[in-house]
């Protein structure tokens, strides 16, 4: 997994770690350009990624596709939220 400014990469296998190059998939995730900042995988299939401003994804097909997930836009997570 990779992220960079919103967007986010995942390895479609366990990345050799002796290769100077690893193979990553983006995954369709549609942020509004928040930034992601961590990405964990509860199953092999579902995984969820975290981003600013309270976002929350989640995917069920292992990373491949997310789509929002609103049950954290209650909870402030911002000092000016």
């Known amino acids: 997994m990779t992220l960079n400014g919103g967007k986010l990469f995942v390895s479609p ?4 770690l002796s290769s100077d190059s690893f193979e990553f998939n983006e ?3 549609k942020t509004g350009g928040y930034g992601i900042t961590d990405v964990a995988w509860r ?12 976002t929350m994804y989640v995917s069920t097909d292992n990373g491949k596709n997310f789509s929002f ?3 954290a836009n209650s ?6 939220n």
Do not use: H, M
């Not at 296998?13 to 050799?16: C, K, L, Q």
């Open 13 to 16: 296998t366990d990345p050799n």
């Open 27 to 29: 995954a369709n995730i």
């Open 43 to 54: 199953t092999a299939n579902e995984v969820w990624a975290v981003g600013g401003s309270n």
């Open 69 to 71: 997930d609103k049950s």
């Open 75 to 80: 909870i402030p997570g911002n000092l000016y």
